[in-house]
C-alpha cells in the first residue's frame, strides 16, 4: 500500500481500484429470459455498474453495484428482483 | 534597516520578504493592519502578489488551498471569530500537508462580545495539526514569519504554520524593527518548491477520500511530521541566527534567568516581557520559560529545563473550561514524567484584553507553589 503524503493519489483511474460492491446488502437481479433490453436500468444507475455484453443483454457488474436497487426501481417491466446479499 | 512599526505592519512585511504569491483575506480586528500594509505593498509595487477579497474567513483559507496546490507560496492573517471560523478548514490544510503559513493577532472570541487581546482563538486550535508559534516582540513576529516558511515548507514536515501574536499589546504597538534586505531573505529562504501540485502533465487526485483501512496511516504522518517539526524548528532558528544574527532560545523555548532557578514562571507570548521586569526586580532565584512553540509541543525541553525547580507558576491567557487553563495542562502533562515533580500552579490572567499587570505576576510567582488554579484579579 502507498501512502503518500496528503493522501494525493498521483496515478489516474485509481477508483476501478476500490471494488465498492463490498458495501451492498441487498442484490439486484436481472432475469435475462424476460428483459426486453430497453435499457432503462442502464440509463439510471448511478455507478455506471450495469454494462451491455456482447450478446446486447444488460448485465450488472457486482464489483461496483453497491445495492441502490434503482434499476429494479425503474424497470418498467419488473423483471429485475431484490435478493439479500450473502457474504 | 531599523524601522519604527506595528506588530501588525511587522507582520506583513515578514510576509512580504517570503514573497508569496497568492494572499486571501478577510480583515478582522485586531489583524486588519496586517491586510492593509500587505494590499499597500502590492498597490506600491513592492510585492508582486494577488491579493484576494474573499467573502468570509473559511473562503479566505479555502482560497489559500486552492493556490497552494498549484504550486505558490500563500499567506493569510485573521484572529479570534475569523480564526473560529476557519475551524473546518484548518484541518485540511494540514491534511493535505500545504505549507501556508498565516499571522493570527490573538483576540477573544464571543460571548460576551470582546474585540481586545487573548489566546482563547489559535489555542481552541490546538488539534489542528498546525504548527503554532507565539511571539514577543515585533521583531520575533516579523523573525517568525520567515522562519515559519523555512520550517513548513521542509519536505520532512510539510504542515502550515500559525505565527500567533498578542492582539493589540503587539498587533497595534510600534517598536523598532530591524527589517531584513530582500536579498539575505531570499537566500535564506529560496524558491518555494511544492512536494507536489497540479500538473496537466501529471495527473493527480487532491482531496480524495480515505476509507478505514488507510486514514490512520495519513494521521500518523501527521504525528511523525510534528515530531521532526521539532528538530527543524531547531535548525532553522540556529540558521537564522547565523544570517540574521538574532535568534529566539533554542526555537521551541526560550528561557531567561533559569541557571540556578528555584522558581519559574511558564507563559506564552508577550506578557513574558512583562515577567522578565518583575523577575528582575525580585530578591528571588526565579526564571521564565517563555513557550515559543506551542505545536509541536516541548515536552522534553521543558522537563529538561525544569528539573530541579521546586514550585512552577503557568499564566494562562485561555482556559479549558470545566478544567483548567490550556497551557497549564500542557506543562503538567509534560512534567509528570519527571522523578521529582515541582507544585505547579495555574494563573489566569489578562482575558479579553485585561491589563497584564506586574502584581498580577508577583502574585503568580509568590503562590506559585499552592497547587492550585487562581482566576487572578477577578471581582467578586
Same mark, same amino acid.
Given at each position: 500500500?502507498?501512502?503518500?503524503?496528503? /493522501?494525493?493519489?498521483?496515478?489516474?483511474?485509481?477508483?476501478?481500484?476500490?471494488?465498492?460492491?463490498? &458495501?451492498?446488502?441487498?442484490?439486484?437481479?436481472?432475469?435475462?429470459?424476460?428483459?426486453?433490453?430497453?435499457?432503462?436500468? &442502464?440509463?439510471?444507475?448511478?455507478?455506471? /455498474?450495469?454494462?451491455?455484453?456482447?450478446?446486447?443483454?444488460?448485465?450488472?457488474?457486482?464489483?461496483?453495484?453497491?445495492?441502490?436497487?434503482?434499476?429494479?426501481?425503474?424497470?418498467?417491466?419488473?423483471?429485475?428482483?431484490?435478493?439479500?446479499?450473502?457474504? | 534597516?531599523?524601522?519604527?512599526?506595528?506588530?501588525?505592519?511587522?507582520?506583513?512585511?515578514?510576509?512580504?520578504?517570503?514573497?508569496?504569491?497568492?494572499?486571501? =483575506?478577510?480583515?478582522?480586528? #485586531?489583524?486588519?493592519?496586517?491586510?492593509?500594509?500587505?494590499?499597500?505593498?502590492?498597490?506600491?509595487? %513592492?510585492?508582486?502578489?494577488?491579493?484576494?477579497?474573499?467573502?468570509?474567513?473559511?473562503?479566505?483559507?479555502?482560497?489559500?488551498?486552492?493556490?497552494?496546490?498549484?504550486?505558490?507560496?500563500?499567506?493569510?492573517?485573521?484572529?479570534?471569530?475569523?480564526?473560529?471560523?476557519?475551524?473546518?478548514?484548518?484541518?485540511?490544510?494540514?491534511?493535505?500537508?500545504? #505549507?501556508?503559513?498565516?499571522?493570527?493577532? !490573538?483576540?477573544?472570541?464571543?460571548? #460576551?462580545?470582546?474585540?481586545?487581546?487573548?489566546?482563547?482563538?489559535?489555542?481552541?486550535?490546538?488539534?489542528?495539526?498546525?504548527?503554532?508559534?507565539?511571539?514577543?516582540?515585533?521583531?520575533?513576529?516579523?523573525?517568525? +514569519?520567515?522562519?515559519?516558511?523555512?520550517?513548513?515548507?521542509?519536505?520532512?514536515?510539510?504542515?502550515?504554520?500559525?505565527? *500567533?501574536?498578542?492582539?493589540?499589546?503587539?498587533?497595534?504597538?510600534?517598536?523598532?524593527?530591524?527589517?531584513? %534586505?530582500?536579498?539575505?531573505?531570499?537566500?535564506?529562504?529560496?524558491?518555494?518548491?511544492?512536494? @507536489?501540485?497540479?500538473?496537466?502533465?501529471?495527473?493527480?487526485?487532491?482531496?480524495?477520500?480515505?476509507?478505514?483501512?488507510?486514514?490512520?496511516?495519513?494521521?500518523?504522518?501527521?504525528?511523525?511530521?510534528?515530531?521532526?517539526?521539532?528538530?527543524?524548528?531547531?535548525?532553522? !532558528?540556529?540558521?537564522?541566527?547565523?544570517?540574521?544574527?538574532?535568534?529566539?532560545?533554542?526555537?521551541?523555548?526560550?528561557? @531567561?534567568?533559569?541557571?540556578?532557578?528555584?522558581?519559574?514562571?511558564?507563559?506564552?507570548?508577550?506578557?513574558?516581557?512583562?515577567?522578565?521586569? =518583575?523577575?528582575?526586580?525580585?530578591?528571588?532565584?526565579?526564571?521564565?520559560?517563555? +513557550?515559543?512553540?506551542?505545536?509541536?509541543?516541548?515536552?522534553?525541553?521543558?522537563?529538561?529545563? *525544569?528539573?530541579?525547580?521546586?514550585?512552577?507558576? =503557568?499564566?494562562?491567557?485561555?482556559?479549558?473550561?470545566?478544567?483548567?487553563?490550556?497551557?497549564?495542562?500542557?506543562?503538567?502533562?509534560?512534567?509528570?514524567?519527571?522523578?521529582?515533580?515541582?507544585?505547579?500552579?495555574?494563573?489566569?490572567?489578562?482575558?479579553?484584553?485585561?491589563? =497584564?499587570?506586574?502584581?498580577?505576576? %508577583?502574585?503568580?510567582?509568590?503562590?506559585?507553589?499552592?497547587?492550585?488554579?487562581?482566576?487572578?484579579?477577578?471581582?467578586?
Amino acid at each position: 500500500m502507498k501512502f503518500n503524503k496528503g /493522501a494525493v493519489i498521483d496515478e489516474p483511474g485509481s477508483t476501478e481500484k476500490n471494488k465498492t460492491g463490498g &458495501w451492498r446488502d441487498k442484490k439486484p437481479v436481472i432475469d435475462k429470459s424476460k428483459c426486453t433490453k430497453c435499457g432503462i436500468c &442502464w440509463v439510471f444507475c448511478p455507478e455506471g /455498474a450495469i454494462y451491455r455484453n456482447e450478446k446486447g443483454e444488460f448485465e450488472i457488474n457486482y464489483d461496483y453495484c453497491k445495492g441502490c436497487l434503482i434499476c429494479a426501481e425503474e424497470c418498467p417491466i419488473k423483471v429485475i428482483s431484490i435478493t439479500e446479499e450473502e457474504k | 534597516m531599523k524601522t519604527l512599526i506595528s506588530g501588525n505592519e511587522a507582520c506583513a512585511i515578514g510576509a512580504k520578504l517570503c514573497r508569496p504569491k497568492v494572499i486571501p =483575506v478577510y480583515p478582522i480586528t #485586531p489583524s486588519t493592519h496586517t491586510a492593509e500594509k500587505i494590499s499597500e505593498l502590492i498597490a506600491n509595487g %513592492e510585492l508582486d502578489a494577488e491579493m484576494i477579497k474573499v467573502e468570509s474567513e473559511h473562503s479566505a483559507l479555502s482560497a489559500c488551498i486552492g493556490a497552494q496546490v498549484c504550486g505558490v507560496r500563500t499567506f493569510t492573517v485573521t484572529a479570534s471569530q475569523g480564526l473560529a471560523l476557519m475551524h473546518e478548514v484548518l484541518f485540511n490544510a494540514s491534511g493535505l500537508r500545504l #505549507p501556508i503559513v498565516m499571522g493570527v493577532a !490573538n483576540r477573544a472570541l464571543s460571548a #460576551p462580545i470582546n474585540i481586545w487581546g487573548d489566546q482563547s482563538d489559535a489555542l481552541a486550535e490546538r488539534d489542528s495539526s498546525w504548527l503554532q508559534f507565539y511571539c514577543e516582540s515585533a521583531q520575533e513576529i516579523l523573525d517568525t +514569519v520567515i522562519q515559519a516558511y523555512k520550517i513548513s515548507e521542509n519536505h520532512d514536515v510539510l504542515l502550515p504554520s500559525m505565527v *500567533c501574536f498578542d492582539g493589540f499589546t503587539l498587533s497595534h504597538v510600534s517598536e523598532p524593527v530591524d527589517v531584513p %534586505e530582500q536579498s539575505e531573505v531570499d537566500e535564506f529562504l529560496g524558491d518555494y518548491i511544492p512536494y @507536489y501540485k497540479f500538473d496537466i502533465e501529471n495527473p493527480k487526485t487532491i482531496g480524495a477520500l480515505a476509507f478505514p483501512d488507510t486514514f490512520m496511516e495519513f494521521k500518523k504522518q501527521q504525528e511523525d511530521a510534528m515530531r521532526k517539526a521539532k528538530e527543524t524548528i531547531k535548525i532553522v !532558528n540556529k540558521e537564522f541566527s547565523k544570517k540574521f544574527g538574532r535568534s529566539y532560545g533554542d526555537g521551541l523555548i526560550d528561557a @531567561y534567568n533559569m541557571e540556578d532557578a528555584e522558581k519559574c514562571l511558564i507563559a506564552l507570548g508577550s506578557l513574558c516581557s512583562t515577567a522578565k521586569v =518583575v523577575v528582575d526586580n525580585l530578591r528571588e532565584k526565579v526564571g521564565i520559560v517563555r +513557550v515559543r512553540s506551542f505545536r509541536p509541543f516541548p515536552s522534553n525541553e521543558l522537563r529538561d529545563i *525544569c528539573s530541579g525547580v521546586k514550585a512552577i507558576a =503557568v499564566i494562562d491567557r485561555a482556559f479549558s473550561y470545566g478544567h483548567a487553563g490550556v497551557l497549564y495542562n500542557e506543562v503538567k502533562s509534560a512534567l509528570y514524567d519527571l522523578k521529582e515533580r515541582p507544585k505547579i500552579s495555574n494563573f489566569v490572567i489578562g482575558l479579553g484584553g485585561r491589563d =497584564v499587570r506586574k502584581e498580577d505576576i %508577583e502574585f503568580s510567582i509568590k503562590n506559585a507553589d499552592k497547587n492550585e488554579i487562581f482566576w487572578v484579579n477577578t471581582k467578586e
